[in-house]
Every structure is written in C-alpha cells, then in structure tokens.
C-alpha cells in the first residue's frame, strides 16, 4: 500500500483530545508516570492529553473499556504488569486478552518492586519481617490494588516464597493503600518505586528491601533482598501505553514517537529517576519490543499465580 492509502483520520492525527485511561485511582504509580509522560507527549501532539482514572477489579475493569474503546488512537490506556499479564491466570473469565485486544504503543517505565511497612510495624529488617510473618501468618495484612494488580501479584510472589497467607487489604490504587499504610491501617505492602520513594524520604513507612539485583540509585540506603537474606524474591514492574486493537500504524508510530520524545526529555527523564523508575533502553521503545514483553510476562507470571477463589 503507498501512502495515499492511510486514512485521513490517520494522516491529520490528532485533531482533538486524546484520553488516556488510567485503571488505578489518582496519585498512585500508573497515575504519576502517566501524568509524567503524557504532559511532555501533549507538547509534541499538539494536542492535549487528559487522564481518565478508572478504578476496580485490579484495574481490569479500565482495561476491559480500553479494549472495547474506538481504535481512533483517541483512547489509550496505560496498561502494566498486572492489567496486561498478571491477570491473565488470575482472572480466568478476563473479558479482554492483552496480545489480541490491543497495540503495543510504547514502554514508558520500569518500577522495582520495594517490601514496605508501616513505620510501627515491628520487624526492623527483612529478617525479622520473614520470621515475624511466618510467626503472625494469621493477624498481619496486606494492603494491595485489587486481584490482578502489581502489589497484589508480587506479594502474592512474595507470601508463596515465604508460604504465607496474610489478610489482603484491597484499594483502589496504592495511592490510597500507601495513606492507609501512612496511617498504620494497614501493615504491609509490595509497591512499585515510584510510590514508596517520597514516603521513605520523608520516613513516613519503612523499606525492608528493594526486590533487583541492584540497589536503585534512588534509594541508596535500602538494601536488595539478596543483600537482605531474600534472594528468591525478585520483582520488577512496568508500566506502558497501549491502543486498542486495529489502530492504525501510522497513528501508532505518531504515539511512539511521542513518547519516545517524552523519554529522551531531561526534564521527563529526571523526574522518572528521581522517583526510582528504570527509563527503557532505545531498544526497548519499539511496539515490538512492548510486544514481546507482554507476552514473555505473561508466560513468566502464569505458572506463579493461582485464579482468585
Ligand atoms: C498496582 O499495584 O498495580 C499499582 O500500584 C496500582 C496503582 O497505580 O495505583
């Protein structure tokens, strides 16, 4: 096909807003990185890009209206690890799959997964914690953002290598998980980095460690869970913009281009640092590399998580 054939739509695109789906509640990491790259992304398009925050079900409800959206490239979502590979096993009757119902658009962040507290919370180390969760397997809970979600996921991966079953304390978001663990409601979490970094500076919650082989330059002071005495737990997220199914590729390319352009920005780029998250390699931008990703986390997290019950 020559050029003539792309649509008008296409070629002319954007002509209005676009709407970015966010599936967790305001102020949590989805929301922080969208908010982060769309605003530079806007710049580029031209045009603006407003983020809608829909919440529940691990935010698979958001994901299911992605998939079912207008495949014009006016509705995007920001999918991740859970929305777009966790809740596969979890969710045996998922009203969407990640590969068939949507475009790879583009990778915007990697987030290490920390092992939070609340800051009362008795353990002072990853040790202790392990002991102390073992020891109170039936009083301690965990807060997380709904079945399928990141926090749920990995510290679902974390209770299995401990072989514990905490309370799970389900929020919309871990925005409001994190308040709830400010606020000693609640007395464990698995969050992204980008969440726990201005709660740990502040000294509002505890990091027992950071689930990567290195320490996040970030957060120098918190110790890996290898160097923790946990070298089974390792846990890292991602976060990425997807279209719904059949949207063109030339509306695809314009939308990676942007967000490449958002990642190359050093203004973008410090404020996603500064927040613990791992920027994608060159080789890592490209719809096919996002492509391969999902799938391969799928495959990965499959056999780890059990349908919820
Ligand atoms: C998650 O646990 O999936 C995320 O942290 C949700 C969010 O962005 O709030």
Known sequence: LGAFAVPASAQNYPTRTITMIVPF??????????????????QTLGQSIVIENVVGAGGTTATTRAARAANDGYTLITGHMGTHAASVPLYPKLAYHPEKDFEPVALLAGTPILILARKDFPPKDLKEFVAYVKANAEKVNAAHAGIG????????????ILDVKPVGVPFNGTGPAMNALVA?????????????????????IK?????????????????????????????????????????????????NAAAIKALDDDNVRKRLLDLGSVIPAPANRTPEALATLVKNEIAKWTPVLKPAS
């Open 25 to 42: 509640a305001a102020g949590g990491p989805t929301d922080v990185i969208s908010r982060i790259v769309t605003a530079h992304m806007a």
């Open 149 to 160: 979600s990141v926090s749920h996921a990995s510290c679902e991966l974390l209770n299995s």
């Open 184 to 204: 000693g409601q609640v007395d464990y979490m698995c969050d992204q980095i980008v969440n726990a970094v201005p709660q740990i500076k502040a000294g509002t």
């Open 207 to 255: 990091a027992y460690a950071v689930a990567t082989p290195e320490r996040n330059p970030s957060l120098p002071e918190v110790p890996t869970t290898t160097e923790a005495g946990l070298p089974a737990f390792q846990a890292q997220a991602w976060n990425a913009v997807f279209a719904p199914k059949g949207a063109s590729p030339a509306i695809i390319a314009t939308l």
